[in-house]
């Protein structure tokens, strides 16, 4: 069985501060990898793919890569409370998308 | 508007009833995807079309669900004699290569 595994949380970090989201996979054959946002009721929103070990920005958000040891992540940098919600960590495995379960972020005024 | 889309949007629905619905993919997308989710849970796998075929069903999947997706466009998603258990957002994503986009999703309540 795939899986995917990510800390429920919840992860609270004051406004401004940089919020850091981590998630390791077991198949060792997985190319693509994705962050998404989901708001409480809301669908998933993407806000990051990266494919290649090392490091992808894009503006305050940059995603770091490390396949030798199965392991992604995601940094949030100057927080917002609009950052509040659960990030989803999905990883591809066999054409399909494999899921853990998220991580919530609180982020306080 | 351009992006996925999914009818309708709240389903609330006796057991034992029928229940269809309905996604519209961004246009130049060639593979749809379903998932179920509820909550505290990631979006369950159920099925995915590579233009009209299905490719792929979870077999976690019973013989009350069944997806078309008749012209390579539009989708649809029935589930025959719902049970509580089906409560859940069903929520329908396409893409173009590997990255997924979600539409809204479709919250059914099975009473």
């Known amino acids: 069985q795939k899986e995917v595994e990510q800390n429920s949380g919840p992860l609270s970090v004051p406004e401004g501060a940089i919020a850091s989201l981590n998630c390791t996979y077991s198949?060792?054959?997985?190319?693509?990898f994705f962050w998404y946002r989901q708001y409480s009721g809301k669908s998933p929103e993407l806000i990051m793919s990266i494919y290649s070990n090392g490091d992808k920005e894009d503006g305050r958000f940059t995603a770091q890569l490390n396949k030798a040891s199965q392991y992604v992540s995601l940094l949030i940098r100057d927080s917002q409370p609009s950052d509040s919600a659960t990030y989803l960590c999905?990883?591809?495995?066999?054409?399909?998308?494999?899921w853990g379960l998220g991580t919530s972020l609180a982020v306080n005024p | 508007d351009t992006g996925v889309s999914q009818d309708p949007r709240h389903k609330i629905t006796k057991r034992g009833q029928n229940v269809t619905f309905r996604c519209d993919p961004i246009?130049?997308?060639?593979?749809l995807y379903w998932y179920r989710q509820t909550l505290g849970q990631g979006p369950e796998f159920l099925t995915y079309f590579q233009n009209e075929a299905q490719l792929e069903k979870s077999r976690l999947l019973s013989d009350r669900f069944s997806a078309e997706r008749p012209k390579g466009s539009f989708s649809t998603l029935e589930i025959q004699r719902t049970e509580q258990g089906d409560s859940a957002m069903y929520l329908c994503?396409?893409?173009?290569?590997?990255?997924?986009?979600f539409g809204p999703g479709t919250r059914l309540t099975v009473l």
């Open positions: 999905a990883v591809t495995s066999n054409r399909k998308l494999i």
């Open positions: 994503a396409s893409s173009a290569d590997n990255e997924q986009f």
């Open positions: 246009s130049e997308h060639n593979r």
């Open positions: 198949d060792r054959g997985s190319q693509s």
